[in-house]
């Protein structure tokens, strides 16, 4: 397929990347988020399928079930747009390749952009926000929003033009060299190493609890500090992921968290 769009085709590409915002608009648990799909494939659908008998086919085509990262929904949507064009072009395509393909991109796009934009960007921005906060800062929640919402709307619509320009290749060819696998990598490594490194500075857990042998004062933070610097905000960290594993809802564990600090507060633990 040829890099350069013509007037229509940019014309579709910026209909997919503004409707893909309301993918989760009828968001349920039957089909996720198959409705918002096919609404935002509408345009292509219109330009496309030239018949209103086409147009209720391909409708039910992107009505089964999808679930993606939003914030790069809009390669897959690029992607099935090229494949209807394709399609209308050559009858002899069979169309239910389109789904298959859908379907086939909603795990590796998810492992990249859930890593990137949930495990990374999101915790930078909270990051650097939350610590401007805490200052007073009116930039705290300014730069929260930037720096995630920045680098999120530049790679949402460029994922537009790529899907649509690349077209069915991208999965035989990604596949082969094996550039899923290396990015999905990449990306979890990132996100697993920011979250990691960031317990120490976003996670405080002191120990206030003090007692006298003799003519010396143990305080206990020394004693944990001595041990491993930063230990306690670790195990809680662990403790509260441990919990959300086995099913323990997050509500519960932010409610534990506020009464063990509440509590040990009062009897001067913490």
């Known amino acids: 397929m040829s890099n350069v769009m013509k007037s229509d085709e940019k014309k579709l590409i910026n209909q997919l990347f503004w409707r893909s915002f309301a993918l989760e608009g009828s968001f349920n648990y039957e089909k996720m988020q198959a409705l918002g799909f096919a609404w935002a494939m509408f345009p292509a659908i219109k330009l496309y399928c030239k018949t209103p008998q086409e147009q209720v086919e391909a409708l039910k085509r992107h009505t ?57 960007f999101r915790v930078i921005a909270a990051g650097v926000g939350i610590s401007l906060a805490q200052q007073g800062s009116i930039l705290g929640p300014i730069l929260f929003l930037l720096l995630f919402n920045v680098p999120h709307l530049i790679i949402r619509y460029y994922c537009t033009i790529w899907g649509y320009q690349l077209g069915s290749k991208f999965i035989q060819t990604s596949y082969e060299n094996g550039l899923i696998q290396h990015m999905t990598k990449l990306a979890t490594v990132i996100g697993l190493t920011t979250v990691g490194a960031m317990i120490a500075t976003m996670v405080t857990f002191n120990v206030g609890f003090t007692a006298q042998i003799g003519e010396t004062t143990l305080v206990l933070q020394e004693v944990f500090d001595q041990i491993m610097p930063k230990i306690l905000p670790l195990l809680l960290t662990l403790g509260a992921f441990g919990a959300i594993r086995k099913g323990v809802k997050v509500n519960t564990v932010i409610l534990a968290i506020f009464a063990f600090g509440l509590i040990g507060t009062l009897i001067g633990l913490l």
């Open 64 to 120: 089964a079930f999808f679930n993606i990262t939003p914030n790069i929904c809009t390669f897959s949507l690029g992607m099935a747009a090229s494949m209807e064009k394709e399609y209308a072009e050559k009858k002899d395509m069979d169309p239910s390749t389109i789904n298959a393909v859908k379907v086939s991109l909603m795990g590796p796009l998810s492992g990249i952009g859930d890593s990137f934009f949930w495990g990374t």
